[in-house]
């Protein structure tokens, strides 16, 4: 009799570790309780006593996951609080605006308790603290930034930043959603408008001379919600921007400057004859997607303790329905492939709380406890996006949000190839499953 044992791909930060079994997993849990104790490592997802079925397998994929995730956080926050002892500093939190707060925290402090000592410098109320989280941004050169990531709720921000040892990083508050109709609930308030305007006033948006001269004309009024209100109809409101990338549509080797918001991904490409062409892939058309890893091969071996962070090429590939029954991969390879992953898993999560009548608050309650639950319907999505000419007079709303989990547990496929999109090795999207535009 022959048994098939399943193994899985660990990746941290989307770049492949080791692949390990259950019982290796297993056994690393019962060293790190007697290490650290049993009151310190999250619960392992029990053992079944006869064959898994596929279903049972992608059962426990999810719940190794979720334990992956835990135990990272509780195990850098031990290492992290090991190595720096527990005490009162001054940690600078900066605005969207590039004026900095500081606030007095613990170097233990968690995310959460950052971010409500920041507020209560602000005097943010209470209620609208979860409208807003802590990112980690690298400042360019050329005065623009690079988002790298959102702050998990278990990291301490102190050590994060302290660690990078270097001051072109920086923890930035801004709004964490991805729906303008939010945007009212924010401005309602004097502070949360403040922040607001702050942002818009520093984003990504495409004007003509005529709408410049509007949001000018406001700005020096004084007059924010209005100027808010009209920077929401203007194309590009609230979308991050991506630093300049590769992609393969529509050919291989373009250039394209990719960005995320209206619960898409914005194409910028230009064509390798130099012709500049637009074009949107909607969240709802993403049947899957995935992040893959590779390194450089000499000799035919790849070496991935002797690569550095810069040397590992990260990749988004998404399968997009392009007509009714026609799927096609694209493939993105940028560094923050990663973020983009995190920003399609944001929009996913927040279109199916809409469309089950949830709020921003009961979404974010249902992101960590992990449980958005898969849609049994499937409905047509319908026409696909081509590749335009920039269109500055289209109009376009704008919802937004990102977030980062550091841990990934995945099936182990039977290519080892970045380059292979196998069915194991992807993030199902419950919104194409559920959601058809008829319903946005």
Same mark, same amino acid.
């Given at each position: 009799?022959?048994? =098939?044992?399943?193994?899985?791909?660990?990746?941290?930060?989307?770049?492949?570790?080791?692949?390990?079994?259950?019982?290796?997993? =297993?056994?690393?849990?019962?060293?790190?309780?007697?290490?650290?104790?049993?009151?310190?490592?999250?619960?392992?997802?029990?053992?079944?006593?006869?064959?898994?079925?596929?279903?049972?397998?992608?059962?426990?994929?999810?719940?190794?996951?979720?334990?992956?995730?835990?135990?990272?956080?509780?195990?850098?926050?031990?290492?992290?609080?090991?190595?720096?002892?527990?005490?009162?500093?001054?940690?600078?939190?900066?605005?969207?605006?590039?004026?900095?707060?500081?606030?007095?925290?613990?170097?233990?402090?968690?995310?959460?308790?950052?971010?409500?000592?920041?507020?209560?410098?602000?005097?943010?109320?209470?209620? %609208?603290?979860?409208?807003?989280?802590?990112?980690?941004?690298?400042?360019?050169?050329?005065?623009?930034?690079?988002?790298?990531?959102? %702050?998990?709720?278990?990291?301490?921000?102190?050590?994060?930043?302290?660690?990078?040892?270097?001051?072109?990083?920086?923890?930035?508050?801004?709004?964490?959603?991805?729906?303008?109709?939010?945007?009212?609930?924010?401005?309602?308030?004097?502070?949360? =408008?403040?922040?607001?305007?702050?942002?818009?006033?520093?984003?990504?948006?495409?004007?003509?001379?005529?709408?410049?001269?509007?949001?000018?004309?406001?700005?020096?009024?004084?007059?924010?919600?209005?100027?808010?209100?009209?920077?929401?109809?203007?194309?590009?409101?609230?979308?991050?921007?991506?630093?300049?990338?590769?992609?393969?549509?529509?050919?291989?080797?373009?250039?394209?400057?990719?960005?995320?918001?209206?619960?898409?991904?914005?194409?910028?490409?230009? %064509?390798?004859?130099?012709?500049?062409?637009?074009?949107?892939?909607?969240?709802?058309?993403?049947?899957?997607?995935?992040?893959?890893?590779?390194?450089?091969?000499?000799?035919?071996?790849?070496?991935?303790?002797?690569?550095?962070?810069?040397?590992?090429?990260?990749?988004?590939?998404?399968?997009?329905?392009?007509?009714?029954?026609?799927?096609?991969?694209?493939?993105?390879?940028?560094?923050?492939?990663?973020?983009?992953?995190?920003? =399609?898993?944001?929009?996913?999560?927040?279109?199916?709380?809409?469309?089950?009548?949830?709020?921003?608050?009961?979404?974010?309650?249902?992101?960590?406890?992990?449980?958005?639950?898969?849609?049994?319907?499937?409905?047509?999505?319908?026409?696909?996006?081509?590749?335009?000419?920039?269109?500055?007079?289209?109009?376009?709303?704008?919802?937004?949000?990102?977030?980062?989990?550091?841990?990934?547990?995945?099936?182990?496929?039977?290519?080892?190839?970045?380059?292979?999109?196998?069915?194991?090795?992807?993030?199902?999207?419950?919104?194409?499953?559920?959601?058809?535009?008829?319903?946005?």
């Amino acid at each position: 009799m022959f048994f =098939l044992l399943q193994a899985y791909n660990i990746h941290v930060n989307g770049v492949l570790h080791c692949r390990v079994r259950y019982s290796q997993l =297993l056994g690393l849990h019962e060293q790190i309780k007697k290490e650290y104790g049993n009151n310190v490592v999250p619960a392992f997802p029990p053992k079944k006593i006869f064959t898994l079925t596929p279903a049972e397998v992608e059962q426990r994929r999810e719940q190794l996951e979720k334990y992956m995730q835990a135990e990272h956080h509780c195990l850098s926050v031990l290492q992290d609080t090991q190595q720096i002892p527990t005490e009162e500093v001054q940690l600078e939190i900066y605005l969207s605006n590039g004026q900095k707060v500081k606030v007095n925290i613990l170097t233990s402090d968690q995310t959460e308790d950052v971010l409500e000592a920041v507020a209560s410098k602000l005097d943010l109320p209470d209620e %609208l603290v979860g409208y807003f989280s802590l990112f980690l941004v690298q400042e360019r050169g050329d005065g623009g930034c690079t988002y790298v990531r959102k %702050l998990q709720e278990f990291e301490l921000p102190y050590v994060s930043i302290t660690s990078l040892h270097s001051s072109d990083y920086r923890i930035v508050l801004r709004k964490s959603y991805w729906d303008t109709a939010y945007d009212s609930d924010v401005m309602d308030d004097r502070v949360g =408008l403040n922040l607001l305007y702050s942002q818009v006033k520093r984003g990504w948006i495409l004007v003509n001379k005529e709408q410049h001269r509007q949001l000018k004309s406001l700005q020096e009024k004084g007059s924010k919600k209005e100027f808010i209100r009209l920077a929401q109809t203007l194309k590009y409101y609230g979308y991050i921007k991506f630093d300049p990338c590769i992609t393969d549509f529509p050919e291989k080797g373009c250039h394209v400057i990719v960005g995320a918001g209206n619960n898409e991904l914005n194409f910028h490409v230009k %064509l390798p004859n130099d012709q500049m062409k637009e074009g949107s892939f909607k969240v709802t058309r993403m049947r899957c997607w995935r992040v893959t890893s590779s390194v450089p091969v000499a000799n035919g071996t790849a070496n991935p303790s002797s690569s550095s962070k810069c040397d590992v090429k990260l990749e988004l590939a998404f399968e997009y329905l392009m007509s009714k029954d026609r799927l096609q991969w694209v493939t993105i390879t940028s560094q923050q492939a990663i973020m983009m992953s995190i920003c =399609l898993q944001s929009m996913v999560d927040e279109l199916m709380v809409k469309k089950s009548g949830g709020s921003i608050k009961k979404m974010q309650k249902k992101r960590l406890n992990g449980s958005f639950q898969r849609s049994d319907s499937q409905q047509t999505v319908k026409s696909p996006p081509l590749l335009d000419s920039p269109d500055p007079s289209r109009e376009q709303v704008v919802k937004i949000s990102t977030k980062l989990s550091s841990v990934s547990l995945r099936g182990l496929s039977s290519s080892n190839s970045a380059s292979d999109i196998s069915g194991n090795d992807f993030h199902g999207n419950y919104a194409f499953e559920g959601i058809g535009d008829d319903d946005l």
